[in-house]
């Protein structure tokens, strides 16, 4: 099946650090980039969303970028709290219709006060 | 609103049983995926329902199934239970057709241990 490639699998930032996580996908059909957040015992929470049609999108701290054309989207948290700290997924498409994800393996992020 | 609700939350199965587990999606909410989430594979999709129907399938065996009522409410099955169905299994809600790919809502997910 299609797959998405997420790195780094663990990063620990110092409060008020910037953090960068960073994904491949590799179906050229994928036109919708979630990103989700996981904390212990929870559900994964949707932060950010990104299409295909858009390269940029910010909201507050949380931005995430998208090349289509080398089928990158990356994920930029600035000011790191420790209440960051979680496991963050990205997420793409099956395809170009449906709700199907394929996501990354997650990235576990630690914020040091 | 409330958000999607997955019951049980937890359940403990032995070996060659077999188990049913609910989603009750966001009100307004008319499609629903699921997915299995470990900690080797991550999170993998099972199947997406909408209206009743089956609209995406993953790559599970015949074992797990499920459905989706008319009033969007959703159940999974599976069936011969292995050790290796040991997962925590998420719902997801979105709006639905003819809308695609907006915010899939999950839930808690019910953890599922076969002994």
């Known amino acids: 099946g299609e797959n998405v490639e997420q790195h780094p699998s663990t990063l620990s930032v110092q409060e008020g650090d910037s953090a960068v996580i960073k994904c491949t996908y590799s179906?050229?059909?994928?036109?919708?980039f979630p990103w989700y957040k996981q904390e212990l015992g929870k559900g994964p929470q949707l932060i950010i969303d990104?299409?295909?049609?858009?390269g940029e999108k910010k909201d507050q701290r949380i931005a995430v970028t998208l090349n289509k054309t080398a089928k990158h989207f990356s994920l930029h948290i600035t000011e790191t709290q420790p209440e960051d700290s979680a496991v963050y997924f990205c997420?793409?498409?099956?395809?170009?219709?449906?709700?199907?994800?394929?996501f990354g393996k997650g990235t576990s992020l630690l914020v040091t006060p | 609103k409330a958000g999607v609700t997955q019951t049980p939350r937890y359940l403990i199965k032995t070996r060659g049983q077999q188990v049913t587990l609910s989603c009750s999606p966001i009100?307004?909410?008319?499609?629903v995926s699921w997915y299995q989430q470990t900690p080797g594979q991550g999170l993998q999709f099972l199947f997406e329902?909408?209206?009743?129907?089956?609209?995406n399938k993953g790559n599970f065996p015949g074992r797990f199934s499920g459905r989706q009522f008319s009033n969007s409410r959703s159940e999974m099955n599976v069936s011969t239970l292995e050790l290796g169905d040991s997962a925590l299994y998420l719902c997801?809600?979105?709006?639905?057709?003819?809308?695609?790919?907006?915010?899939?809502?999950f839930g808690q997910g019910t953890r599922l241990t076969v002994v």
């Open positions: 997801a809600s979105s709006l639905g057709y003819p809308r695609v790919n907006t915010e899939a809502f």
């Open positions: 179906d050229s059909a994928s036109n919708y």
């Open positions: 990104i299409r295909s049609n858009v």
């Open positions: 997420a793409a498409s099956m395809g170009n219709s449906g709700y199907a994800l394929n």
């Open positions: 009100s307004g909410h008319r499609s």
């Open positions: 329902y909408f209206s009743e129907t089956q609209r």
